[in-house]
């Protein structure tokens, strides 16, 4: 339940502590997107619940003045899904990195999916194990592997948003760490989506990735099509499968779809 | 007509032959008409069409163990009997009844003294006009004859099971149950059981039904699960019984997320449980290992099975006892309990929620696949003087950031190690927890000495919890009897007959595994000259626990063997005379 009493700063979701993430880290963003998102649904701080997994990204929810649980690695989603099932009235996010989502925890996605509570997953991917020290992620791409010699150059990167729009998720959108507002409005508007929305945020590690990354990141993304119709499966696996930088929501199913969905490919 | 006080029969048939459901009906009258009984089942690897046995024990008194020499047998096919030679006995006065074969009567079928008959079942159904299905209720008609009980109290059980059927399901079973009855015409058993006096109100219940009925009476109002035999039951029961309470429930994609889901409910306020058996126990380790450091109450039941890996799905071991007890990695405090009988998973689940809501860690209930799977009639169980399980919600009193795990009682000589825990949703109480090492707020840390502080506040829950369960053991036998025996778990009911024999040996059963009831066992070995522990495990792991924790002696022995088989009073009486170390 949504109430928009009074006006909310972004300020008053977060507590006192520094991130222990290194300087120009796109995790940064993500936290004050965040708290942005909060402020603009005005939601009282107690009814937030943040679990995440395990990586940079994950220790997310320990720096927010919500109720918080950084929990193993690759787990959050059931974790989320059982806190949702037992506590309706609460807002609850699930965040992580891509090792997390898409290697260890990628079996929990399209069961959380079918079972679609209303749960937002936010990912942050930078396509690198930044806590472990630079290994190769499943959503590591083939050129990068190859720069920098890491294990499983042969190994087709995951495409996250094709993954989760196969399994039938409702709500689908594409945002990037270096874009806050963009953050804010997709954070948003999953929020206010009543089931499984899942945001595909692309991300940035400057330890293992280089200063320029976030650059590189910035002039690759764009907005999708101005007549780009969200509500069109067709359009989106389309996006999905050919345009990995268009920023924006890429597939939101209509509630009166929700019965026949999520088999449609 | 010679009385006696058990009467033990046994069902074999192959898949579609409804043994088990005519075991179950006879175990429902039984009820009624105010015996106590257990009903255990043996089935192959076959999901249907398989041989499958079920051993029926009906007493005067509360029955600790299916008996071994039956005095009514039943056989569908002479085939069937082979796969269950191990497992059961013609008695010399039995009745044996078996369909009409060719060929010539199994040895394991014939009797000395007894009476061996045919039944033409095909015969009776073409004559009645029923159909093939209905080859259960004829056999339970003939039971009752048999067992010399009257018609009309069969009548009602039909009502009762096939109630929600049609009327011309109910009335061909009816009249299936009458051509059954007749069928045995005169014929009169050299033996009976009494009739009871009194007929008290009793429940015919597994120990799976009673693990899920006795967790909502408790309070558990979220179940996650992932079907795994011999557990599933459990699963089953709380699907048809939460909603009725206003629970939730979610069948999970494996059983990591089960225990995912139940630490998310949990962390919500609500008490959450999951049940599996081994490999499920061990996909869920992790985990255990997050409620413990985060201290978020969960309850596990973990119904054994046989053997590491796969194992032996369908047959009940006590092999999981060292990794409840030890698995995992790092320290971390877990409660262990281990009900012996279908009855006491009552009491083991309103003590698992009250320990792991009261203490705010896991809490694992050890049964098997005996426990779990057999039918007993059993009293009605007050729970009205249990323990009734309380969390401490302490809602927020200062300023700073919520210490959810609060040291500053530290050194108070009587902490317990539990700490506030603000539920999501409480105003003021916003904190982040982890699973990661932390501060008193929940903040990450790696300092060497809050990990240490932060051990021993985890632990000294394990203390407080020892003091408050020093007497969840019970003792049986004299405490001059030179001879102690140690069992736990399904193996109690064995040692408890052979105790009836054997009046210079003693019994001692801890209901709770860790923290070990060790006072409770000290005063019991006081001046014996002996002391065994018995468990159905290949490595003897109580034995070793023990003798970990310094209670046992050098000449105390272990009598262990692998699951499979449930322990015989006989083999028993072998074993303790020969032991083995």
């Not at chain 2, 048999?146 to 018609?151: G, K, M, T, V």
């Not at chain 2, 009976?192 to 909502?216: F, H, M, Q, Y």
């Not at chain 2, 105790?499 to 409770?520: Q, V």
Request: charged share 20%; aromatic share 8%; with cysteine.
């Amino acid at each position: 339940m949504i109430t928009q009493t009074q006006q909310r700063k972004p300020i008053e979701y977060r507590n006192e502590l520094n991130p222990v993430w290194c300087t120009g880290c796109g995790d940064y963003g993500v936290l004050k997107s965040f708290t942005r998102a909060f402020a603009k649904l005005g939601l009282p701080n107690e009814r937030i619940a943040i679990i995440s997994g395990i990586g940079c990204s994950s220790r997310l929810p320990g720096y927010c003045l919500t109720y918080g649980f950084n929990t193993i690695h690759g787990r959050s989603l059931p974790i989320a899904t059982g806190l949702k099932t037992a506590r309706s009235d609460l807002t609850v996010i699930a965040c992580g990195g891509d090792g997390d989502a898409f290697a260890i925890g990628a079996g929990h996605i399209p069961h959380a999916i079918r079972r679609n509570p209303d749960i937002t997953y936010f990912v942050m991917d930078n396509s690198c194990y930044g806590l472990t020290k630079g290994q190769a992620s499943p959503t590591t791409s083939h050129e990068f592997k190859e720069m920098k010699g890491l294990i499983g150059i042969d190994e087709v990167p995951i495409n996250p948003v094709l993954f989760v729009l196969s399994c039938g998720a409702g709500f689908i959108a594409r945002t990037q760490s270096g874009n806050m507002a963009h953050m804010a409005d997709m954070l948003t508007q999953a929020i206010q989506y009543p089931g499984f929305a899942f945001i595909h945020c692309l991300s940035v590690c400057v330890t293992y990735q280089g200063r320029e990354i976030q650059e590189v990141l910035d002039q690759k993304c764009h907005p999708l099509p101005e007549d780009y119709n969200p509500s069109d499966q067709t359009q989106a696996f389309n996006i999905a499968r050919k345009d990995p930088w268009a920023l924006g929501v890429i597939y939101r199913r209509g509630l009166e779809a929700t019965e026949e969905e999520p088999n449609a490919q | 007509m010679k009385q006696k006080k058990n009467l033990h029969m046994a069902l074999v048939g192959s898949g579609g032959d409804g043994v088990m459901s005519t075991a179950n009906m006879i175990l429902r009258t039984a009820a009624r008409l105010g015996f106590y009984g257990m009903m255990t089942q043996s089935y192959g690897p076959q999901i249907r069409g398989g041989e499958s046995a079920a051993h029926v024990t009906i007493g005067v008194d509360p029955v600790t163990q299916v008996g071994f020499e039956k005095e009514i047998v039943v056989c569908f096919r002479f085939s069937d009997i082979a796969r269950f030679t191990k497992e059961l006995k013609v008695s010399e006065t039995a009745l044996v009844l078996h369909g009409k074969e060719e060929g010539e009567l199994p040895e394991s079928l014939k009797t000395k003294k007894g009476l061996v008959m045919p039944i033409p079942f095909q015969e009776i159904l073409d004559s009645e006009g029923l159909p093939e299905i209905a080859k259960n209720v004829v056999l339970f008609g003939m039971l009752l004859k048999a067992l010399d009980w009257e018609i009309k109290e069969g009548e009602i059980c039909v009502q009762e099971v096939f109630g929600r059927k049609s009327s011309a399901v109910i009335s061909s079973n009816l009249r299936a149950l009458e051509a059954g009855f007749k069928i045995l015409g005169s014929i009169t058993l050299p033996f009976g059981l009494p009739k009871p006096e009194r007929v008290t109100k009793r429940l015919s219940i597994s120990g799976n039904e009673a693990c899920a009925r006795a967790a909502i009476d408790a309070g558990c109002r979220f179940y996650a699960g992932y079907p795994i035999t011999p557990s599933s039951e459990i699963l089953e029961t709380m699907s048809r019984l939460l909603p009725k309470v206003g629970g939730q429930l979610i069948q999970a994609e494996d059983e990591i997320a089960a225990m995912g889901m139940i630490i998310g409910a949990s962390y919500g306020g609500v008490p959450s449980m999951t049940a599996t058996s081994g490999p499920g126990i061990s996909l869920m380790t992790e985990m255990v290992g997050l409620a413990s450091i985060a201290e978020i109450p969960v309850v596990i039941v973990d119904c054994q099975r046989a053997g590491p890996s796969t194992g032996i799905p369908s047959r009940a071991e006590q092999s999981d006892l060292w990794h409840v007890l030890y698995g995992g990695h790092g320290d971390f405090p877990r409660v262990v309990l281990a009900p012996t009988d279908v009855k006491d998973c009552f009491q083991a689940m309103h003590r698992a929620f009250y320990l792991a809501e009261g203490y705010q860690l896991p809490v694992v209930v050890l049964s098997d696949g005996s426990i779990g799977q057999r039918l007993e009639i059993i009293d009605l169980v007050d729970t009205k003087d249990f323990l009734k399980p309380k969390r401490c919600i302490t809602p927020p009193t200062n300023n700073g950031a919520y210490r959810r795990y609060d040291l500053s009682l530290q050194k108070t000589s009587d902490w317990s190690g539990v700490g506030p825990m603000a539920i999501p949703g409480t105003k003021g109480g916003m904190h982040s927890i982890a699973g990661i090492e932390h501060t008193e707020t929940g903040t990450p840390s790696s300092d060497g000495d809050q990990h240490e502080a932060m051990n021993q506040k985890r632990f000294l829950k394990l203390k407080a919890i020892a003091k408050e369960t020093q007497n969840w053991h019970s003792c049986f036998g004299s405490s001059s009897a030179p001879h102690a025996l140690i069992a736990w778990g399904s193996p109690a009911g064995v040692a408890k007959e052979y105790l009836a024999a054997h009046n210079h040996t003693a019994l001692f059963i801890p209901a709770i595994l860790n923290p070990f009831p060790m006072e409770g066992l000290k005063q019991f070995l006081k001046g014996r000259k002996t002391v065994t522990v018995l468990e159905m495990n290949y490595q003897g792991q109580l034995f070793h626990h023990l003798k970990a924790l310094g209670v046992l002696d050098g000449k105390a022995k272990s009598l262990r063997r692998s699951g499979g088989l449930p322990f015989k009073t006989r083999e028993l009486e072998t074993m303790m005379q020969g032991g083995v170390v």
